[in-house]
């Protein structure tokens, strides 16, 4: 299979002034930054829920916790994905119990890497609410998942995929759409 560029969607101001309103959403809709938390679903999702966290503190002058979770071991398609998985670490420095948690992730696609990071988070405590952000709503739901907050939607066939990029992975801050070409050997 081979993935060729077809257009950016979003460069990297566009991408500052989403998350900057954003931002502001998440705190307008929670009244405030009290017992407000953000958790990143790696690996995108923490870059974006620190960049969120920063565009917080600029409106309420108050750092919030940001928490970064792994959801490998709750993938429903973890034995389609890799005999050996990489599992790498939840780093979530607070109690979750009775905190408003917001799920942070790149691509909301088919609402199952959503699934699978509301169990991690309820494995860890009992949050008050949990809501979910994300850079990109590209449709195609699988299960009933639907984002809180949302930077844009893109309207894709499921011959594209949206290619997020970062600068903290990546080295620049980018979302374009390829197309799957799948290649006939």
């Known amino acids: 299979m081979n993935i060729q560029e077809k257009t950016v969607v979003m460069g990297e101001n566009e991408i500052r002034r989403t998350l900057v309103r954003i931002a502001h959403e998440i705190v307008e809709k929670n009244k405030g930054i009290a017992d407000l938390a953000l958790v990143g679903i790696r690996t995108r999702g923490v870059f974006l829920a620190k960049r969120l966290a920063q565009e917080i503190f600029k409106i ?34 607070f109690d979750v119990s009775q905190k408003k948690i917001v799920l942070v992730d790149d691509v909301l696609y088919t609402g199952r890497t959503t699934r699978a990071a509301m169990d991690a988070i309820v494995d860890l405590g009992r949050p008050q609410v949990i809501q979910l952000a994300v850079l990109i709503d590209r449709g195609h739901r699988e299960l009933p998942i639907r984002a809180d907050y949302i930077g844009k939607n893109i309207p894709t066939s499921k011959k594209e995929i949206i290619k997020v990029k970062l600068t903290e992975v990546d080295g620049e801050d980018q979302v374009g759409i390829a197309i799957k070409d799948i290649e006939i050997t």
């Not at 071991?73 to 979530?92: A, G, N």
């Open 60 to 93: 309420e002058k108050k750092e919030i916790p940001v928490g970064i979770l792994d959801i490998t071991l709750y993938r429903d398609d973890l034995s389609q994905v890799s005999r050996q998985p990489l599992v790498r670490k939840t780093e979530i420095p």
